[in-house]
């Protein structure tokens, strides 16, 4: 019989920190998540790809899902956040938003 060494899929470790980065930077308007997602799911495929033509070689497979999962989490929560702001943006107007005092304004109008 034949002997493999084990190996670890190449991409397996960014593709996690990625999906891990994409959920903790969903808040930042919603453009980093999506960015850091799509990275984190382009990496991914190249090494599911690695996996599928000889599973029995590589050992950290659990860790490229894992990362894989997070990604798309932090892709839709990214989504979500993106489109919450669009709606409060297009509700009070950019220009409530980047002034505190204005934006206390329209709030008030709006009860």
Do not use: H
């Not at 891990?20 to 969903?26: P, Y």
């Not at 497979?61 to 669009?86: A, E, K």
Request: with cysteine.
């Amino acid at each position: 019989m034949f002997e493999f060494e084990e190996r670890t899929l190449p991409n397996a470790t960014p593709v996690l920190v990625l999906g891990i980065l994409s959920i903790l930077t969903c808040w930042c308007y919603g453009f980093l998540g999506i960015i850091l997602g799509v990275i984190a799911l382009i990496l991914s495929r190249k090494d599911m790809a690695l996996y599928k033509q000889n599973p029995s070689i590589y050992i950290n497979y659990s860790n490229l899902n894992v990362g894989r999962i997070l990604s798309i989490i932090g892709i839709v929560l990214s989504v979500i956040f993106l489109l919450y702001m669009i709606w409060i943006i297009s509700y009070v107007g950019w220009d409530a938003i980047q002034d505190p005092q204005l934006l206390q304004e329209r709030l008030e109008e709006l009860r």
